[in-house]
Structure formats: structure tokens, C-alpha cells
């Protein structure tokens, strides 16, 4: 067999950024040991499904693509979050060849060994693998995952129950791990975690070495380092905690992106307490006014959850109160969805689908007309975008406001001779409710 004739591996990445990073560095190490990645089913010798098991419609959609996969290939190793539920997914596909857990990637890699032996000859010292090792995500952008797990207990949530309690990366390994990345071209790091304002707690904010330098394991710190890098930096899944404070005005000072993703989930403190959430609604707003004081130009995305059980129509009505105070310039909205084995289940007062859909609308519509006037604000303005796609018709890029996948585009009616992957400034001409339109300054 030669070098280039390895096993052939296809792939399947269900899921959150965080499960993506978990196929990357699966991926990294089987193309270490000389495995090839097939583009198709019909090439591979065994096909790895990724699987996420948050809610009921990423489990469907993991089983689907498990029976796909074994329709069309038939040897189907199974990892990730919906792989706690063993006995489920062969009681819906016996067939499959292994079931493996979320963070598993000893085990996951050692049941591809099983199935689709390694070459012998290969030999990592010999077969180079990029430095910053394999992405699933664009050449300019890439997620850096901080930690693992959650402390908290919240009951409409099981992630603590799939990947455990807090256990953070230490600083110098994070670092470590950016300056690679944005070494091989990354214009843009996404941190990322279930609990990014709790990094460093479980390693008692341990000092560590990058560079010949000391450096906390803390967020502050890690912050700091990775502004130094030169690429953008942006904060994803950041709790509203006293100390992200200190954050602030590194973003008003330009080192990293003035830009905050906190899953806030509900704004009636009723509910909050009913979720168990680590922080009350009026303190909340206290916070963010507080943050835009800091930082002017600060962003501010949040997720939330409508028709939790017990939800009264005055519970979220003080909801759609809480996002005309808020402001907030990017929000996702779900209905609530009973997840086995969360503690929410066991709480009365549940809320009918068709009050929760209802619900979901109005909430859409209200946010819609608020991101449209914030949006407007920015008409006649100079911004600095990161270009993500370039089609005949325009560039589709992002401004600092905007994570990729979840938040809105810049689109650059000039910018067809632009590549992915470039830094430029526009001048903001139009906006609807989600969206910008550009022309390149200058």
C-alpha cells in the first residue's frame, strides 16, 4: 500500500462548534496515522458519524444520518453526544459497528484502528500534517475551544450529565494552539465553551508559560494573550458574571472584538429560577448598561428559550419587556423541547405547542424590529469586514458584529474581486432587519 493509498475514513459532523472541534481533532489524528478522509460514502472503509443529543430534533436528525450512512456504506462507527444513549441507537440501527461517547477520542479513534486497520508504513515524522492540524471550517476563521463541560445545573439542559463538570485547557496549550492557527492564514478566532467566563476555575487559575512569558489560565489573561496574536477574537457562551467586566474595555480598546455572545434564556426572574439560571434578569440589565457604558460600540448576542414549563403570559410579556430594555443586537429564539433526562420534565405547568409557536412569533417580531433600527443606525458608517464568499453578484462578508452561521452578512455589491479570507473597509449604504449592503471605501 502507498502513502497515498491509507484507509479511507468518510465523515459526519453533527451538531454545535464545540462537537466540530471534537471531529477536527479526531480527524487530525487519523490523518496523522496516514489515514485518507472520503469525500462520499461509497469510498470509505468506515464512515464516522458525529452525533449531537441536546434536543429531540438533533437526535432525529442524528439517527438519520446514521441509517444514511449505514444505507449507503454500512460499516458506521458512532460518536459523540447522542452516543451516552447506547441501547437507543441500536435499538434503532443494531447494525452499527460501535458507539462511543462526546470527548471519547481515544476510543473513537481505536474502533476506526478495529475496523480499518492503519497502514504500517506510515510515519508521521515522515508524512507531514499541517501544523495547526485539520479544519472543518473556512481557511480564515476557526473555533478554539477552551474548555470542557459545565458546573452549572441548569434544568432544561444535560450537557453536564454528556461531558461532565468543567475542565479547562490550560493557557499555554490554548496559546499555543491560536498561534498555529493564525500562523497557517486565521484572520478570526471564535472561543468557545459551554461556560467561557468560568475558564480557569477548575485549575485554580494556574500560571502557565507561552512564549517565555507567565500567563494565568484565566479569562482576563487568556484574553489579553490572544489579542496579541493580530487575528480578530471573538467570545462565544459568556455567562454575565461581575469579572467579564475586566473584558470590557480590552474590546473598547480594539484588542479583541467588542463583541458578546451571553445565553441570558429568559427575562422573567420567575422562570430564570424555575431554569435555575446563575443570574437574575435585573441584574442583567444593570450589566449591559454598564457594559455599553465601557464600550459604546459594544455587540451583544443571546439565545432564549420560550414556553418553558410554567411559563405564564406574564412571564413573557416581561420577556418581550426585557428585550425592548436590553437592545440587543443579535437573538435566537427556540421553543421549549423536553429533553430525556432533563429535570425540567418533572415541572409542572406545561405549555401547549401551539401557545409556544405563538409565542416564538411575536418574540421573532419584536426583535426583528429591534435589530432593524440598530441595524439603520449604522447606514452612512465605515466598517472593517471579514470576507467570508465571493459569487459573481457580490462579496458576502461579516462585520465584527457578526459570527458566522448565526448572525447576520455584509454584502459588498463592489467586492467580486475580493477573496476569502480578506480584511477591507466598506461604507454601510443599506440594512434591512438582519443584514448590511456595502461598497468597498475608498
Known amino acids: 500500500m502507498s502513502k497515498t493509498d491509507g484507509p479511507r475514513v468518510g465523515f459526519v459532523s453533527l451538531g454545535c462548534p464545540k462537537a466540530l472541534v471534537d471531529s477536527e481533532r479526531i ?121 470542557e463541560g459545565c458546573n452549572h445545573h441548569c434544568t432544561f439542559c444535560i450537557i453536564p450529565s454528556m461531558r461532565g463538570r468543567l475542565v479547562s485547557r490550560p493557557a499555554g496549550e490554548v496559546l499555543g494552539e491560536a498561534e498555529r492557527l493564525v500562523a497557517a492564514g486565521v484572520r478570526e478566532l471564535l472561543v468557545i465553551s459551554q461556560d467561557t467566563s468560568a475558564y480557569g476555575v477548575d485549575l485554580k487559575y494556574k500560571l502557565e508559560f507561552w512564549g517565555g512569558r507567565p500567563v494565568r489560565s484565566r479569562l482576563k489573561e487568556l484574553c489579553e494573550s490572544l489579542g496579541s496574536l493580530g487575528a480578530w477574537v471573538r467570545l462565544h457562551y459568556v455567562y454575565p458574571y461581575p469579572h467579564v467586566d475586566d473584558i470590557i474595555p480590552m474590546m473598547a480598546d480594539g484588542l479583541i472584538l467588542p463583541y458578546l455572545d451571553v445565553p441570558f434564556q429568559h427575562g422573567s426572574p420567575r422562570v430564570l429560577q424555575r431554569m435555575k439560571r446563575p443570574a437574575a434578569a435585573e441584574n442583567t440589565l444593570e450589566r449591559v448598561a454598564r457594559w455599553r457604558e465601557l464600550c459604546p460600540g459594544l455587540t451583544i448576542r443571546s439565545t432564549f428559550i420560550v414556553g418553558f414549563p410554567g411559563e405564564t403570559e406574564e412571564d413573557f410579556e416581561m420577556l418581550l419587556d426585557f428585550l425592548r430594555l436590553a437592545q440587543l443586537d443579535r437573538v435566537g429564539c427556540f421553543t421549549y423541547s423536553a429533553v430525556a433526562g432533563a429535570r425540567a420534565n418533572e415541572l409542572d405547568g406545561a405549555v401547549p405547542e401551539a401557545v409556544k409557536q405563538e409565542r416564538w412569533h411575536r418574540f421573532m417580531q419584536t426583535q426583528a424590529e429591534i435589530s432593524r433600527l440598530r441595524l439603520q443606525g449604522k447606514v452612512g458608517t465605515t466598517q472593517q469586514v471579514l470576507v467570508d464568499e465571493v459569487t459573481a453578484e457580490a462579496a458576502v462578508a461579516r462585520s465584527k458584529a457578526d459570527a458566522p452561521e448565526i448572525d447576520g452578512q455584509v454584502l459588498i455589491r463592489d467586492g467580486q474581486n475580493l477573496a476569502p479570507g480578506a480584511l477591507v473597509d466598506v461604507i454601510v449604504e443599506g440594512s434591512d432587519d438582519y443584514d448590511l449592503f456595502a461598497r468597498l471605501a475608498g
Open 27 to 147: 480527524l487530525t489524528q487519523l490523518r496523522m496515522e496516514g489515514y485518507e478522509i472520503s469525500p462520499d460514502y461509497a469510498g470509505a472503509d468506515v464512515v464516522v458519524v458525529n452525533t449531537c443529543g441536546f434536543i429531540d430534533s438533533a437526535k432525529a436528525e442524528s439517527l438519520e444520518a446514521i441509517g444514511e450512512a449505514l444505507e449507503a456504506n454500512g460499516r458506521v462507527i458512532v460518536t459523540g453526544c447522542l452516543g451516552v444513549d447506547e441501547a437507543g441507537i441500536r435499538a434503532r440501527h443494531p447494525k452499527v459497528l460501535a458507539v462511543t461517547g462526546p470527548q471519547q477520542y481515544e476510543a473513537v479513534v481505536g474502533e476506526v484502528h478495529r475496523h480499518a486497520p492503519p497502514p504500517k508504513e506510515h510515519d508521521p515524522y515522515v508524512d507531514l500534517l499541517p501544523p495547526q492540524g485539520i479544519k472543518l471550517t473556512p481557511r480564515h476563521y476557526a473555533y478554539l475551544k477552551i474548555s
